[in-house]
């Protein structure tokens, strides 16, 4: 055994990785952000920690074996039931399927208790979990699977097609060395639940350090390809003894539910380790769109709700007929919260939205407020743990109520897999620069301005412009191309193509939506251009760079 890479005050540890893959790409150490952990004294883990021993072990441990912990449409299972089938799915990691402490395994399936099952079980064998949603496509898979050398799958049956071609074929078109997708939720020959028949329910914890890699969560860059950014078990627990407690107050009579997949840290946040922190439960929607969230609220009766402002303001239109009096609480994380938004919500329901802001460099939510301390329009103030600033170009604080870049400090922060030259330019002199424009108030409080990139934010998604401009590239009709963020009233913002055709290619009705299926059919389909406009060149300096500021020109609103 070795002992990993640490940032200072955090206790000393024994890493359990054998393979060392996590421990190798970490970012060099100069380049790290400084952490805080001495400005909460529930922040002052042990040098060893699993983070599936403190949310589920220890739970069932203290009594609450029999409480729910996630309620779906036709069931629930408790946190007993969580930890025998996450034991189980781990005695197959380590019997049948070789899974020593530090390899990746790839887990791509709906919001279910299987789901959840499965991201306990990578991390008891002190495996390392990376979580995608079922909208991703191959290109995507395989991107995520090369970068971080995974090479086994738990994928739900359903959507298993796409991601056993990306388990066994590397971007280069050369097979994976040993690449493996094993099924669930199926009990054809060969799924985890046939090879689960007959193994223990109980399993001994990988005794993890504290700084070992549990998860790799993949986020879009504007250069067109993911990043991933590596967080540690102690990581996990910090979130959950931050913004939850502090801010949000999740106790553990709380329901919560929400619409973000586990593979955003949004909602693995929200919809399960903050909630397994203080044993509360979880309503879990294998769909949940706002028509769907809506009608979940209303059968089920949950009482937190953590969704984007675009979902809010769609369920603004649907109240009627749907009875959401249960909810006491409700967080919006994603994209700005508009101020019409937040009062129509109130009115309508009686219900204060708690705004935040978090990045998945960070693992979750760094500013926020609640209750009377909610000023509208306002994002917040950095939250219990957390320090932020607004900075200039050079990395000096600008004054009060002038506009500069976000840069955040505390507990967390951003360390990206095997990428030096991109984590130079988020971590500036020991703060993470988010890539926001705010401006802080006297008060201390922050106002969002702007992104500070090329990053469109649609529907509380992030999507990079330059991964759809490569993709739009591939078709036989697009010459050149350029994408950007255009307002819109329901989405905040929505992806708009500036396309310029081939010689001989008609600029038609016909052709615009075969091009938005093209890409529809390559990456996720929520990426895709939902405006196309065809021009006869794009705006470009004298050295052939793409001016995507004079394509949104046209696009900002009076």
Not at 123 to 139: D, N
Request: hydrophobic residues 35%; charged residues 25%; aromatic residues 8%.
């Amino acid at each position: 055994m070795t002992t990993s890479t640490r940032s200072p005050n955090a206790p000393s540890g024994i890493s359990a990785h054998r393979d060392t893959f996590c421990r190798d790409r970490l970012p060099p150490r100069e380049l790290w952000p400084e952490l805080d952990f001495g400005s909460l004294p529930e922040l002052a883990y042990p040098g060893q920690l699993n983070c599936a021993t403190e949310l589920l072990d220890r739970r069932v441990n203290e009594g609450d074996g029999d409480r729910a912990a996630f309620l779906f449409p036709g069931g629930r299972w408790t946190y007993r039931d969580v930890l025998e089938m996450s034991n189980r799915i781990a005695n197959v990691l380590v019997d049948d399927l070789g899974v020593v402490p530090g390899n990746r395994v790839l887990l791509r399936g709906h919001n279910t208790p299987m789901m959840v099952a499965c991201w306990f079980a990578v991390v008891k064998v002190g495996a390392v979990v990376v979580c995608t949603m079922p909208l991703l496509r191959v290109r995507e898979l395989t991107y995520i699977a090369d970068k971080a050398e995974i090479s086994l799958a738990l994928c739900e049956a359903r959507c298993a097609a796409e991601c056993e071609t990306a388990m066994t074929t590397t971007a280069a078109g050369s097979p994976r060395r040993n690449g493996r997708t094993v099924r669930f939720a199926s009990n054809e020959p060969g799924s985890l639940e046939t090879m689960m028949a007959g193994k223990p329910t109980t399993f001994t914890n990988t005794d993890t350090a504290a700084d070992d890699t549990v998860l790799i969560a993949f986020t879009s860059g504007t250069t067109g390809n993911a990043k991933g950014t590596m967080h540690f078990h102690r990581d996990v627990m910090a979130i959950c003894d931050c913004f939850p407690k502090s801010v949000a107050g999740l106790t553990r009579d709380d329901i919560c539910c929400g619409s973000p997949p586990f593979a955003f840290t949004f909602g693995l946040g929200g919809l399960v380790l903050f909630p397994m922190r203080v044993g509360a439960a979880a309503l879990l929607l294998e769909q949940a769109a706002p028509p769907q969230l809506i009608k979940g609220i209303h059968e089920h009766r949950p009482t937190m709700c953590w969704t984007s402002p675009t979902a809010y303001r769609a369920m603004l239109g649907m109240l009627a007929g749907h009875d959401v009096s249960s909810l006491t609480k409700c967080v919006s994380a994603g994209e700005h919260l508009p101020r019409a938004t937040y009062e129509a919500w109130e009115r309508a329901t009686g219900v204060r939205i708690i705004d935040g802001i978090g990045a998945t460099e960070m693992l979750h939510i760094f500013i926020s407020a609640s209750g009377d301390d909610i000023r509208p329009g306002s994002t917040g103030k950095a939250i219990p743990g957390y320090s932020a600033r607004c900075v200039d170009a050079q990395g000096n604080e600008v004054a009060r109520g002038e506009i500069g870049r976000l840069a955040v400090r505390g507990p967390t922060g951003c360390r990206y897999l095997d990428d030096p030259d991109r984590q130079r330019g988020y971590v500036e002199n020991g703060w993470n620069v988010t890539g926001d424009s705010f401006r802080q108030d006297a008060e201390g409080y922050f106002w969002y301005e702007a992104r500070t990139d090329d990053m469109i934010i649609t529907g509380g998604y992030n999507v990079s412009g330059a991964e759809i401009e490569n993709v739009l590239l591939e078709h036989p009709s697009v010459q050149e191309c350029g994408v950007v963020g255009a307002p819109d009233e329901e989405r905040g913002h929505v992806v708009k193509a500036f396309i310029v055709l081939r010689k001989g290619q008609a600029p038609t009705p016909e052709l615009a939506r075969e091009i938005q299926d093209f890409v529809k059919a390559e990456i996720a389909p929520y990426k895709y251009p939902r405006r196309i406009e065809f021009v006869e060149k794009l705006p470009r300096t004298e050295t052939g760079k793409l001016q995507r500021f004079r394509l949104r020109e046209p696009e900002m609103p009076e």
